[in-house]
């Protein structure tokens, strides 16, 4: 084979040409004298055609005897035909099988939700998924352009840690010598060190959560950007907040076309999803629960159901603003005028798919969160480094926790988080 090699996504720029496409068999027809192979490379998924009489016996046989999912190199000529998927078909040449493939578990017919997990290092090469990890991508260069062009520095935080930032039940514990240390549940504590040093910053990671939750929501490991900023309060901090969830929805409905396409994604419930995005009070919300009859009382955290009534409201993300101090993390500020209530923020996404982000102005006063260490029983030495941030030259400051495989699921319209990622952790599942 002497043509030149490119891709299925890129075939488009050799329409009469002779090209090698190095990639793997999705699936076979045959219909006596002519063959189908449907090739996928990663980019994409193109039909080759064989004619036996153009062939030869000997290709013709060869392209027989290809199973599914073993790795081939075709060569053909790139013809424009409008009915397939891709736009183009390839008429064969030749074909090379390179590594066979027996057996190959995962065949074309539906298989249940517990077999696929199994096989995910198999499950990742159906065209859906790749769709979705396509669109986790552009997800994360969607998120890493809106903060680096908005004056945020990465800054990554450290993955062991001596202490927890967002409560303890939820700690992955390991030994680190002769000391305990505790996965990462949230990078945000760091973040805040790293915004005294560079203004604005962001984490950008994967944190673990033991958490005993068995819900479409919950993963064991996910990826979480935390941006920080100091002398930011709880207004700019929401301000950002739909800053960024609006510049990835329209940057995937922009660049993720096919791919939202291959998912069925009903891309009218995203296009509105523009800042400025509506906003109700925690106390609004609970008038509105309690009117529509739901049975909850001001001071109780909201649970999925109401998250899922509230949002089901908008066309775009709802924000609910100044939760019960009682119900929320040690650090956050209290609302100078209604210490009963913090200046946090959820964001509630459409369609059910629930809390996409956390956050919250910081208590930037030494005494308030020494204070809160103490009621909050928090052992002050592994958090020393973190009351020094008030001690020396404290500033107002605000930050937040966007969860990616959450945004992710809803951005592609998934049933659960776990095919947000490539390999899921969930309860009960570390393989593979
Ligand atoms: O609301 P959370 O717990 O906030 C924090 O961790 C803050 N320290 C963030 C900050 O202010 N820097 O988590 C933030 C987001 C949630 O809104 C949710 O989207 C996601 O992380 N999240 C999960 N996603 C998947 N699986 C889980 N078990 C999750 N727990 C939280
Ligand atoms: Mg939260």
Known sequence: MASPVTTIQNVGAYVGQTVQIHGWLYNKRSSGKIQFLQVRDGTGLIQCVAVKSEVGEEIFERCNSLTQESSLTVEGVVREDARAQSGYEITLVAVEALGTSQDYPITLKEHGVDFLLDHRHLWIRTPRQRAILKVRAEVMRAVSDYLDSHDFTRVDPPVLTPSSCEGTTELFETQYFDESAYLTQSGQMYAEAAAMALGRVYSFGPVFRAEKS?????????????????????????????????????????????????????????????????????????????????????????????????????????????????????????????????????????????????????????????????????????????LDLRKYGSVPHAGFGLGLERTIAWICGLEHVREAIPFPRLLYRLYP
Not at 356 to 369: A, F, K, V, W
Request: hydrophobic share 40%; glycine share 4%; with cysteine.
């Open 214 to 386: 068995k819900t479409r929501r919950h993963l064991i490991e996910f990826w979480m950007v935390e941006p920080e900023m100091a002398f930011a309060e709880h207004e700019d901090n929401m301000q950002v907040q739909e800053a960024l969830v609006t510049h990835i929805v329209q940057h995937v409905l922009t660049h993720c076309e096919d791919e939202l396409k291959a998912l069925d994604r009903d891309v009218a419930k995203l296009a509105n999803v523009k800042a400025p995005f509506p906003r109700i009070t925690y106390d609004a919300a609970i008038e509105w629960l309690k009117s529509h009859g739901h049975e909850i009382e001001w001071g109780e955290d909201f649970g999925a159901p109401h998250e899922s009534a509230l949002a089901e409201e908008y066309d775009r993300p709802l924000i609910i603003e100044r939760y019960p101090t009682s119900v929320k993390a040690f650090y956050m500020q209290p609302d100078p005028n209604r210490p009963e209530v913090v200046l946090c923020d959820d964001m509630i996404a459409p369609e059910g798919y629930g809390e996409i982000i956390g956050g919250s102005e910081r208590i930037h006063d030494y005494e308030l969160l020494a204070e809160r260490f103490e009621t909050h029983n928090l052992p002050t030495d592994t958090y020393a480094w973190y």
